[in-house]
């Protein structure tokens, strides 16, 4: 064992929650996994098969590098679509490949065309479309010019989809904002309804909006943060509690992070654990030392805050977190030893941390919290 932690993927949790969410969206509809950011933390390699095998055949990355990463898993039938960056070198790859790509500036655009034709290949475009986010997409007044490249080349592209992205579907503050994004994405559909464009796809709905804004469904639905098990906020969670009676349980959390314990030693009243005074033990005090620290995604703001499960007891933890190291208080436990599993998110006989509980602590949202969780840190399936 040359690493000092490990990740558990749980095959159960992940296709009880894509029942969960096919249930909700209903069976005509198509889901994209959304796998940006190494699928949540929860490791590619391990979540794109595992999605193939619940039938998901749609992946969601935001940049060139990260699609090849789902490239190089994926089965042959499988679609990636690019979110965000590729530059005009990827732009060519993804074209060669079949790779589905956002276009939201008319160079881009320009481009994939100008490369469709010289490769003889058809550029797959999902358009997106500027409603409110802020962040990348058409303006409607950009329209016409788009409406006539696409015509003109039509024998080059593929209209694969059109699409926005909600600015914060997951709290009720911004419901006006939302509708309005609705009302906008209306109007392009509309316009290129109009023009005789229609997309094979019109999708805007992330996990937040699938669960609370039943109109956004539409043709696919880019689900992230769900399919591993988490509910985009609180809110969300009521939201189907009070009109479809969710439990908190229909969705399963399938991600596991555990160590072990290192080494253990005892320390004096008066004496500091670890750098600087954070921490002075009191009276004379035992402690553990577990291999994992902010250099493995135990974020350092959890120094003198943090928890973890050994031997089914929650212990805390003392001092600073170093690049590599925690220590926690076991005093009131003499029979932990070196080698016992530690639990960093999950569960230990009738206790569980869960992610919200650790990123609270830390003042980040699930998303960071998972999306910091290094690549190398070794993820294994699990029943
Ligand atoms: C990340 C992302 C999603 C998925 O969001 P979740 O809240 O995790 O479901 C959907 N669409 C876009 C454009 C995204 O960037």
Aim: one cysteine or more.
């Amino acid at each position: 064992m040359d690493h000092t932690s490990y990740i558990e993927i749980s095959k159960s949790a992940y296709r009880h929650n894509i029942k969960y969410l096919r249930n909700i969206i209903g069976k005509d509809v198509r889901i994209t996994s959304v796998v940006k950011g190494n699928a949540y933390g929860h490791g590619v390699e391990t979540i794109v098969p595992l999605a193939e095998k619940a039938k998901i055949r749609h992946f969601a990355v935001f940049s060139a590098s990260e699609a090849l990463d789902v490239f190089n898993v994926a089965s042959p039938k499988s679609d990636i679509m690019i979110m965000g960056y590729l530059n005009d070198e990827q732009l060519a790859w993804a074209i060669e490949n079949g790779i589905e790509f956002y276009v939201f500036d008319l160079n881009r655009l320009t481009k994939a065309i100008e490369l469709a034709k010289k490769m003889n290949k058809p550029a797959r475009l999902h358009i997106e479309a500027e409603t409110g986010f802020n962040r990348t997409g058409f303006e409607y007044d950009k329209l016409p010019d788009i409406v006539g490249l696409m015509k003109d080349n039509c024998d080059h592209i593929v209209f694969e989809g059109l699409c926005t992205h909600y600015a914060g579907a997951e709290s009720i503050s911004n419901y006006y904002r939302v509708m309005n994004q609705i009302r906008e994405y209306r109007r392009f559909v509309r316009y290129f309804n109009r023009h005789g464009l229609k997309p094979n796809y019109r999708h805007t709905a992330g996990s937040a909006a699938t669960l609370t804004y039943n109109q956004t469904i539409m043709d696919m639905v880019r689900v992230g943060i769900a399919q591993y098990g988490f509910w985009p906020t609180q809110e969300t969670f009521i939201y189907q509690f009070k009109r479809n009676h969710a439990k908190d349980t229909d969705l399963k959390r399938v991600i596991s992070w555990k160590s072990r314990v290192m080494s253990i030693k005892e320390v004096d009243s008066g004496e500091f654990v670890g750098y600087g005074t954070s921490y002075m033990a009191s009276k004379r005090i035992k402690i553990a030392i577990i291999p994992v620290g902010y250099a493995n995604g135990f974020s350092r703001s959890l120094s003198n805050m943090g928890r973890v499960l050994i031997r089914g007891r929650r212990v805390s933890v003392v001092g600073t977190v170093t690049m590599n190291t925690i220590s926690v208080n076991i005093t009131d436990f003499p029979n932990i030893q070196p080698g016992d599993e530690v639990v960093i998110v999950g569960k230990q006989s009738r206790l569980d941390i869960s992610v919200a509980s650790f990123s609270e602590m830390s003042s980040q949202l699930n998303y960071q919290t998972l999306a910091r969780l290094p690549g190398n840190i070794p993820r294994y399936l699990v029943p």
